[in-house]
């Protein structure tokens, strides 16, 4: 019998409809949590501004933390048995046309959320990055074996929150991760 690894947790494999379901709940769910604070609350949305200059920015920010999740997979172990662990769960059951889901609707909900609400009601501010960017780590949070994932996540989050404040535009943080995340998804299924 094999021994198992005490860094991944048992989980049951989710079928393809079961994560598409989820992200489009959760996707929903953080979009009513904005739209609500932003209602109830006094918050100043970080503004979305189109531009070519906004996209290339967001585009470059994008493949900057696709290639530090690469090196940083390579060389911190408990960072890549987190990400397998997420990836095998989330990524596996789905076909290549449902990458385009998983750049989009975790990319404009949790940045609405996390970058353009939370982040001004915080502060446009040191503080207000990490406050804002350890909530992104912890929505990540699948279980505190996976902590290497949340502290990552928590590092991309300030990342995102720094060209938020930087641009002074939600654009750029949002098509990062939407980038982020398809790239990601299409390197991940390649390699698998």
């Known amino acids: 019998m094999a021994e198992q690894n005490s860094d991944t947790p048992e989980a049951e494999p989710l079928t393809r409809l079961q994560v598409l379901i989820a992200m489009g709940v959760t996707a929903v769910v953080l979009l009513f949590i904005a739209k609500a604070w932003i209602y109830f609350g006094s918050v100043t949305l970080i503004p979305v501004k189109f531009s ?4 290339l920015q967001g585009v470059a920010l994008g493949l900057a933390i696709t290639v530090a999740s690469s090196i ?16 095998e769960l989330i990524l596996k059951p789905l076909l290549f046309p449902d990458l385009i889901w998983l750049g989009l609707l975790p990319g404009l909900s949790e940045e609405l ?14 503080e207000g990055i990490l406050i804002s960017s350890l909530c992104f780590g912890v929505l990540h949070m699948n279980g505190l074996k996976q902590w290497a994932y949340i502290v990552w996540a928590t590092i991309i989050g300030i990342a995102l929150g720094y060209s938020a404040v930087w ?6 943080p949002i098509v990062a991760h939407v980038c982020t995340n398809f790239v990601a998804g299409c390197v991940w299924k390649l390699s698998d």
Do not use: H, K, Q
Request: net charge positive; hydrophobic share 50%; no cysteine.
């Open 167 to 172: 641009t002074g535009n939600l654009l750029v």
């Open 52 to 55: 070519f200059e906004a996209v």
């Open 113 to 126: 959320i996390f970058r353009g609400v939370m982040l001004p009601e915080f502060g446009l501010n040191l």
């Open 72 to 87: 940083t997979y390579r060389i911190w172990g408990a960072y890549r048995r987190s990400a397998d662990y997420y990836l």
